[in-house]
């Protein structure tokens, strides 16, 4: 077999397209494919695709290919142009490579593989891209993807904020809880943000949302309230965000008695937070007796745990009734706890119960939510930080968002001999 009719194989071309020249550099181990068409063939205007005969070529255009072995590996194609009368002069669709990304389809496919398991920076040095070349990739993987996906409202949304930087960078995330991706990236975590998510659908599209997890942030909740009919039964205030306020103040109460503690020379809850803010049942079996000795002394941060601990029963319940029951004793018992941190976040709570009881119908949290947060950190740091908001945006879509990513040719042919 000679080497043009190899490479025709290998590139798995079809007359009327051939393989004119192949040139092999070892020097600067290269292998050049100089693609070609039979003559007297007719060629399909992209817009139309209707055939014509050939009226010029463009200009010759380089494709990045796989590598043959060790060889870095080129494909070159003038690509027929026609004279249609409906469009004018066309050039024809690239059955070789993407117009502008400089890589065969199968390189570039390439490229999205590498790029879903490594860091922009790995990429870009087991490619043999530049940095800003792999990007582009992932932008346009993107951009493919989106183009792509599906116009749909998911049934059980999620809604969450993300810091993007050190300082109040925000974004908000909009999750199908079901699908577990991305859906939506917003700018900030403001009201108008979330509702340039929900104005790309109907009413009656948005009607159909059964439920949104969120948490209990007053922007969030003006924006469903505005486009989600029914979102009073909707929304369901997440029970992790929930913990995470209880948290936050059983940190306050271990902060502040500690501090007195210390000043009055005794060290009893020095290297002791994360035992009050972790599960029961999480805590390390060798820290256990320290714990155990702890609850056994007279404790503020004692009486915010148990009250802490005892909220988490409320998710167990199956109808909104016993919620709220279960709530009402909990509530006296915090806000009669002297513990200010706890009361405040008791009322904050309160304020909020409806659509926190909404849980026993919906059952959703943003607990998936939080698995991609931890999957965007993770981006993050493979990334050695972004340049920008807008890589921010297509890191996460691109790994995130459950998109179809791939370039492929078109199905059809865009070369066909005159005679057939
Ligand atoms: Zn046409």
């Given at each position: 077999m000679d080497d043009n009719l190899l490479f025709t194989k290998i590139?798995?071309?079809?007359?009327?397209?051939?393989?004119?020249?192949?040139?092999?550099?070892?020097?600067?181990?290269?292998?050049?494919?100089?693609?070609?068409?039979?003559?007297?063939?007719?060629?399909?205007?992209?817009?139309?695709?209707?055939?014509?005969?050939?009226?010029?070529?463009?200009?010759?255009?380089?494709?990045?290919?796989?590598?043959?072995?060790?060889m870095g590996t080129y494909v070159h194609v003038r690509l027929p142009r026609v004279n249609c009368p409906d469009h004018g002069v066309k050039q024809i669709m690239s059955e070789?490579?993407?117009?502008?990304?400089?890589?065969?389809?199968?390189?570039?496919?390439?490229?999205?593989?590498?790029?879903?398991?490594?860091?922009?920076?790995?990429?870009?040095?087991?490619?043999?891209?530049?940095?800003?070349?792999?990007?582009?990739?992932?932008?346009?993987?993107?951009?493919?993807?989106?183009?792509?996906?599906?116009?749909?409202v998911p049934a059980r949304i999620g809604v969450d904020e993300k810091s993007i930087a050190k300082g109040?960078?925000?974004?908000?995330?909009?999750?199908?809880?079901?699908?577990?991706?991305?859906?939506?990236?917003?700018?900030?975590?403001?009201?108008?943000?979330?509702?340039?998510?929900?104005?790309?659908?109907?009413?009656?599209?948005?009607?159909?949302?059964?439920?949104v997890a969120m948490d209990m942030w007053d922007p969030y909740i003006a924006a469903t309230k505005a486009y989600i009919p029914g979102a009073e039964q909707k929304i369901v205030f997440d029970r992790f965000h929930i913990m995470r306020h209880v948290l936050d103040?059983?940190?306050?109460?271990?902060?502040?008695?500690?501090?007195?503690?210390?000043e009055a020379g005794q060290q009893t809850l020095k290297g002791a937070r994360y035992l009050w803010l972790w599960s029961q049942e999480n805590i390390p079996v060798w820290r256990q007796p320290e714990f155990e000795a702890l609850k056994a002394k007279d404790l503020k941060v004692c009486r915010a745990w148990a009250i802490k601990e005892n909220l988490r029963h409320m998710w167990s319940y199956w109808h909104a009734g016993y919620m709220r029951k279960y709530f009402a004793k909990w509530h006296h018992w915090a806000t009669h706890s002297r513990l200010e941190p706890i009361k405040k976040a008791a009322k904050t709570l309160k304020r909020h119960l409806d659509n926190i009881v909404t849980y026993a119908k919906h059952r959703i949290t943003n607990a998936l939510a939080e698995g991609i947060n931890a999957k965007i950190e993770k981006?993050?740091?493979?990334?050695?930080?972004?340049?920008?908001?807008?890589?921010?945006?297509?890191?996460?879509?691109?790994?995130?968002?459950?998109?179809?990513?791939?370039?492929?040719?078109?199905?059809?042919?865009?070369?066909?001999?005159?005679?057939?």
């Open positions: 590139l798995g071309i079809s007359p009327p397209w051939l393989v004119k020249q192949v040139v092999v550099d070892e020097k600067s181990q290269r292998v050049d494919i100089y693609v070609d068409h039979e003559p007297g063939i007719r060629a399909m205007c992209p817009v139309c695709e209707k055939f014509y005969g050939v009226y010029d070529h463009a200009p010759e255009r380089i494709f990045r290919h796989l590598d043959t072995c060790q070789f490579g993407e117009n502008g990304s400089g890589m065969t389809f199968a390189y570039e496919g390439c490229v999205i593989r590498v790029a879903r398991e490594c860091s922009i920076e790995a990429t870009a040095r087991i490619c043999g891209l530049g940095w800003d070349q792999s990007w582009n990739t992932l932008d346009r993987a993107v951009k493919r993807g989106l183009g792509r996906k599906e116009h749909r109040h960078k925000y974004e908000s995330l909009v999750y199908d809880i079901d699908a577990g991706t991305v859906e939506y990236v917003c700018d900030d975590r403001g009201q108008k943000s979330l509702e340039k998510y929900y104005r790309q659908f109907s009413s009656d599209e948005l009607a159909k949302v059964q439920a103040a059983v940190d306050k109460v271990r902060k502040a008695e500690h501090k007195a503690l210390t981006i993050k740091r493979m990334a050695c930080g972004f340049r920008n908001r807008a890589h921010y945006r297509t890191a996460i879509y691109f790994h995130c968002g459950g998109l179809d990513l791939f370039p492929r040719p078109s199905a059809q042919q865009t070369l066909k001999f005159k005679t057939r």
